[in-house]
């Protein structure tokens, strides 16, 4: 984008004013939405590319448009580099996002009404599990696990039990709202007893899975494994499905011509440019820190009155019980937090009492403070920050003085591809 800035500066003000007010807010607050991250400046290159005029249906080496030698290359490298990443046969890189990747899966293995286990949304499931709301909710019979109200673990005798009773087609675990890693040896002793697939939806902690801080599942016999390429990954837009062999034909007549058109080759291009990333032996460091500037920052926070689900965190990811800790909706505390800079999101906690747009906390995650090179006493500078505006929610002085802070402390850690 950066050859041409000056271009659109002149051509088209209004959307060139929209890009440089997104440039700033990102460079002036502190990101800590978990899902969120800057990517690589070479991504953005790769985005604003020429690959971006190109339609390129089918697979490299079967295509149904000619011109396909650039876009085959570069999408075989994208595929080869996922399988050695993450240790799997088979990766399907076109799925425009994650939705429409996870729908790929159901659709490609089952049939209609079939059974689906997963993990209920108010417990850390994303939308595509199976939320009534979701269209896939409607087409697949869902049922839904939660986790122990005590300590937020995940009792495996009940998950069991469900299975017995239900008969699932696919047993499916993975998160958008879990500080936790996953008992995969335990999922996959369950499915087999039932004969269903498994799969895991990674699209959060993927990043922590290439970077070997967290558990593989492949390396316990998983059938499937998705992962957007945009959270912790810190790629463009985009989803993966990573299989094997056996699976592979299934998986990529579901991604298309099943459910998806021309894929995006601009965004592939990014998405090969990542995985190179993620091979290197930095990106190991990247992970480790994440996971340090997590725990950091929900000790911190614990410290100063934050309670945490589960107690803590074995991921990027914290969940505070806003209304516990501090008397305050998940929506007033992301809102409060907004004003001085640092970005959160409303979060349902499990079973909570308040509707989804008030819930009863806010998740937060390292991922993108940690790219632009944040380290454990920042991350108690951000809960010492966080803890004084939400105790003293009226105190527009003290929130002001500490947007400024803020504002100082980013000055010192650059976004990438921001100049
Ligand atoms: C983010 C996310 C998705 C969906 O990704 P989109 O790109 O927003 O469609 C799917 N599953 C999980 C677990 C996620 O966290």
């Not at 460079?27 to 790769?46: K, R």
């Not at 697979?59 to 399988?83: I, K, N, S």
């Not at 592939?268 to 190991?284: H, N, S, V, Y």
């Not at 998940?330 to 819930?359: C, F, H, M, S, Y």
């Amino acid at each position: 984008m950066s050859a041409y800035r000056d271009l659109l500066q002149q051509t088209d003000p209004e959307v060139f004013n929209t890009i440089s007010g997104e440039e700033k807010r990102q460079s002036e607050g502190i990101e800590l939405i978990p899902s969120e991250n800057y990517t690589y400046p070479e991504v953005l290159c790769a985005l604003g590319s020429v690959f971006t005029n190109k339609y390129s249906e089918g697979y490299p080496g079967r295509r149904y448009y000619g011109g396909q030698e650039f876009t085959d290359q570069v999408e075989e490298l994208a595929r080869q580099r996922a399988c050695e990443l993450f240790g799997c046969e088979h990766a399907n890189v076109q799925p425009l996002s994650g939705s429409p990747m996870n729908q790929a899966v159901y659709l490609g293995l089952l049939e209609p009404g079939d059974t689906i286990l997963a993990m209920d949304l108010s417990h850390g499931g994303h939308l595509t599990h199976g939320a009534p709301v979701s269209h896939m909710g409607g087409l697949f019979n869902f049922v839904r696990y939660k986790t122990n109200p005590a300590d937020g673990s995940i009792d495996f005798d009940k998950v069991r039990d469900m299975a017995l009773k239900n008969k699932p087609k696919l047993v499916l675990c993975g998160y958008t709202s879990y500080p936790r890693d996953l008992d995969y040896a335990a999922f996959k002793a369950i499915a087999d007893e039932v004969g269903a697939y498994t799969m895991t939806d990674a699209s959060h902690y993927a990043g922590l899975v290439a970077g070997k801080v967290m558990r593989n599942p492949f390396d316990f016999g998983f059938d499937v494994v998705t992962t957007t390429s945009h959270k912790s990954l810190r790629g463009p837009r985009g989803g993966m499905v990573l299989c094997s062999k056996e699976l592979a034909s299934k998986i990529d007549k579901s991604v298309f011509p099943g459910l998806q058109g021309g894929p995006h080759m601009n965004a592939i291009a990014g998405i090969a440019i990542t995985l190179g990333k993620a091979l290197q032996p930095e990106f190991r460091d990247y992970a480790v820190q994440v996971l340090a500037n997590a725990k950091a920052l929900g000790k911190a926070l614990m410290d100063r009155g934050g309670d945490l689900i589960t107690g803590g965190t074995d991921n990027h990811m914290l969940v505070l019980e806003t209304r516990k800790s501090f008397g305050l909706d998940g929506r007033t505390a992301e809102e409060l937090l907004d004003t001085v800079g640092l970005t959160t999101n409303k979060q349902i906690i499990p079973d909570d009492p308040n509707p989804p747009l008030r819930p009863s906390g806010i998740r937060m995650g390292t991922p993108a403070a940690t790219t632009r090179g944040m380290k454990e006493e920042d991350m108690v500078m951000l809960a010492k920050w966080m803890t004084e505006t939400l105790k003293n929610p009226d105190d527009t002085t003290k929130h002001e003085s500490i947007r400024r802070d803020v504002v100082a402390l980013c000055s010192s850690f650059p976004v990438p591809g921001i100049s």
